[in-house]
């Protein structure tokens, strides 16, 4: 009994915070014939045995497409080793700022270089359609609390890619097909029958998971890295698998 806060705080402090889940989604309840990844929140901080950990685990879902919603970084100088790694995703990127993004002044023309070099795109308040018209992306930057910025593309699937979950409040009467976001991190340290110990603002009740809302399912991921302790506990990093 002695040993288990020590084993507890272990977990979180030393095991957690890497311990990568790869969660998989299905959207359609027929034969899925699609298969795309989400991850956010990488916060890069130098660790590269981590990150590159993370982009071999998406590389291995041999995914059509990676969405990204947010906070690739806190300081600038670890901009371009990010995005070197952004580059080794074998699959188009397309991906939307957190606040953190802003908060570090990072320069977003680099950004969406790399990410248009990857196939996708950086998307700050536009919608792009994938080269065969199948997928549709409305990114958001989610600076004001204004409606969406753009409706979404007739007669593709529709993904609005956002930071901030509780957003999902704001888009009015628009509807898509998927809604992606990150920024809770799930809390970081989620306690049993209880759920998260604290949130950032700009959740809500849009902690972790899927949400069914007006403008359609709501995803948000707990993201990859962490803020502002390197501390995780029953709320391991993940990327999310989705099937459709």
């Known amino acids: 009994m002695l040993a288990s806060p020590f084993l507890l705080t272990a977990d979180a402090k030393w095991v957690e915070p890497t311990w990568l889940r790869v969660r998989r989604v299905r959207l359609s309840r027929t034969k899925p014939v699609h298969r795309f990844v989400h991850c956010t929140d990488i916060h890069h901080k130098g660790d590269r045995a981590y990150f590159e950990s993370v982009v071999k685990k998406i590389n291995s879902q041999s995914p059509e497409f990676v969405c990204f919603t947010g906070d690739l970084i806190e300081e600038t100088k670890y901009l371009p080793e990010a995005l070197e790694f952004i580059g080794r995703i074998k699959a188009p990127v397309y991906g939307v700022p957190g606040n953190h993004d802003f908060w570090s002044k990072a320069p977003f023309a680099e950004i969406s270089k790399a990410f248009a070099a990857t196939g996708g795109a950086w998307l700050m308040d536009r919608t792009v359609t994938t080269p065969d018209g199948k997928f549709s992306f409305v990114g958001a930057t989610c600076l004001s609390s204004r409606q969406a910025p753009l409706e979404p593309v007739p007669l593709t699937?529709?993904?609005?890619?956002?930071?901030?979950?509780?957003?999902?409040?704001k888009m009015g009467d628009a509807k898509y097909d998927l809604i992606l976001a990150g920024h809770s991190h799930g809390g970081q340290v989620r306690l049993p029958f209880f759920g998260a110990?604290?949130?950032?603002w700009?959740?809500?009740?849009?902690?972790?998971?899927?949400?069914?809302?007006?403008?359609?399912?709501?995803?948000?991921?707990?993201?990859?890295?962490?803020?502002?302790?390197?501390?995780r506990f029953n709320c391991r990093p993940e990327i999310t698998v989705f099937e459709v």
């Open 202 to 231: 700009g959740v809500d009740e849009y902690d972790m998971g899927m949400f069914h809302t007006a403008s359609g399912p709501l995803y948000v991921n707990p993201g990859i890295g962490w803020f502002p302790v390197p501390i």
């Open 197 to 200: 110990v604290h949130l950032p």
């Open 157 to 169: 699937r529709s993904i609005f890619l956002m930071h901030y979950p509780a957003w999902v409040k």
